[in-house]
């Protein structure tokens, strides 16, 4: 059983804060990462990809992966209360095309 | 360039109704994924198709759930007879060509409500 495990949260941070997103996977295969963000009653909206070893940055948001650790997180920066809302972290499934593995999600709120 | 299209959006029916679901898919899109989410299990692979072709279904529930894909353009997710324990939001995702390096698209759910 592929496995992809995040913390449900709720992760509370201040406005203006740095919000730190974790994802553990256990395919030791798996080369493709994805962070999700899913408001409330809405669909999984793709905000990042990362392939490689090391950070990659995107506005705000960074993601950064390390195999060897089979970890991968989102970081966010200067975060506002628009950021409040699920994160999903999606792990490639080895030989499977482009079937993913989801977590079950962090919740994250932004306090002002 | 639209989105996946997914109808209906709301569906409310009786246990023991028949309940289809459908989905377009991203033009030039050749995977496409049918999700159910809960509260109690997440996001949960239900099947899915390469280039019209059932690949993985081993995530249908029950033989209740049966899915079909007849062109490029077109799915339908039906779930006959229903049950209260069907209500969840139902997603339809695509991808492009397998590179193993892509994302998947989602539409914007149905939400289905089983009394």
């Known amino acids: 059983q592929k496995e992809v495990e995040q913390n449900s949260g709720p992760l509370s941070v201040p406005e203006g804060a740095i919000a730190s997103l974790n994802c553990t996977y256990s395919d030791r295969g798996s080369q493709s990462f994805f962070w999700y963000r899913q408001y409330s009653g809405k669909s999984p909206e793709l905000i990042m990809s990362?392939?490689?070893?090391g950070d990659k940055e995107d506005g705000r948001f960074t993601a950064q992966l390390n195999k060897a650790s089979q970890y991968v997180s989102l970081l966010i920066r200067d975060s506002q209360p628009s950021d409040s809302a699920t994160y999903l972290c999606?792990?490639?499934?080895?030989?499977?095309?482009?079937?993913?593995?989801f977590g079950g999600g962090t919740r994250l709120m932004v306090k002002p | 360039d639209a989105g996946v299209i997914q109808s209906p959006r709301h569906e409310v029916t009786e246990m023991g109704q028949e309940v289809t679901l459908r989905c377009k898919p991203i033009s030039g899109h050749d995977y496409l994924f049918w999700y159910r989410q809960t509260m109690m299990r997440g996001l949960e692979l239900l099947i899915y198709f390469n280039n019209n072709v059932p690949i993985d279904d081993s995530g249908m529930p029950e033989d209740r759930f049966s899915a079909k894909m007849p062109n490029a353009s077109f799915s339908t997710l039906k779930i006959q007879p229903s049950e209260p324990r069907d209500s969840a939001v139902y997603f339809c995702?695509?991808?492009?060509?397998?590179?193993?390096?892509?994302?998947?698209?989602f539409g914007d759910g149905t939400r289905l409500s089983i009394l």
């Open positions: 999606a792990v490639n499934i080895a030989g499977a095309g482009n079937m993913l593995t």
């Open positions: 995702a695509s991808s492009p060509r397998q590179g193993g390096n892509q994302p998947q698209h």
């Open positions: 990362i392939y490689s070893n």
